[in-house]
């Protein structure tokens, strides 16, 4: 069966810390993992990554992909409150779209 | 301005009647989704679109029900056989193009069934 596991399930750190998070898959035919951050809304995308190995980054945040060891990470540099959020790792595959549980961050101040 | 919308934002019912929550989306895109979302945990699927006049269960559709007559809604209702109804709502679409697993979401309607 299909699955997307996210951990940890939750992270406490303090402002400044660099957290990691991480998103493993085992998915048919895998198509694409994409992140999103959440607060207290709709979720808002983060990254799309198709290919190993190629980092993608935007400020202070960057993904990369392991297609053969199936999974992917986020990182967090110089973490500030603002980051406190929900980050969701979402999977598509060539029959499916799948939410891992998500990974709750905390920063505290 | 393209995007998709949910209303309301906030609704209230009484528990056992029917409630309709609206999913609108200017994008053209082909594929629609609701999900769930309860307080701390991730988004689970309730039923999907991928096209007009055609819809598929994921994996909480009990107690609801959903209609796809136009490309641009796809409504859900949220019926009195769920059990636990009170919950975050989400709306999103997918376009059929290069990035067809790019999720938008609309804005959620969060529903407090009393």
């Known amino acids: 069966e299909d699955k997307v596991v996210q951990s940890p399930l939750s992270l406490v750190v303090h402002e400044g810390d660099t957290v990691t998070l991480n998103c493993s898959y085992e998915v048919t035919n895998f198509r694409s993992l994409l992140w999103y951050k959440q607060e207290k809304k709709a979720p808002t995308f983060l990254f799309m990554l198709t290919s190993s190995g190629i980092e993608k980054k935007s400020g202070r945040l960057s993904s990369i992909l392991d297609k053969k060891e199936l999974f992917s990470i986020l990182n967090i540099t110089a973490t500030q409150t603002g980051d406190s959020a929900i980050y969701l790792c979402?999977?598509?595959?060539?029959?499916?779209?799948?939410w891992g549980a998500g990974t709750k961050l905390i920063i505290k101040p | 301005d393209g995007g998709i919308t949910q209303s309301p934002k906030y609704l209230f019912r009484k528990e056992g009647q029917n409630v309709t929550l609206s999913c609108e989306q200017n994008?053209?895109?082909?594929?629609m989704y609701w999900y769930r979302q309860d307080p701390g945990q991730g988004l689970r699927l309730i039923y999907y679109s991928q096209i007009v006049n055609d819809f598929q269960k994921g994996d909480i559709a009990e107690g609801y029900s959903v209609s796809r007559e136009k490309k641009e809604s796809f409504p859900l209702t949220v019926t009195s056989a769920q059990k636990n109804p009170t919950a975050f709502y989400l709306c999103?679409?997918?376009?059929?193009?290069?990035?067809?697993?790019?999720?938008?979401f609309g804005p959620g309607t969060r529903l407090t069934v009393l």
């Open positions: 979402l999977v598509g595959s060539n029959y499916q779209l799948i």
């Open positions: 994008l053209n895109h082909d594929a």
């Open positions: 999103a679409s997918t376009s059929q193009g290069e990035s067809t697993d790019t999720q938008y």
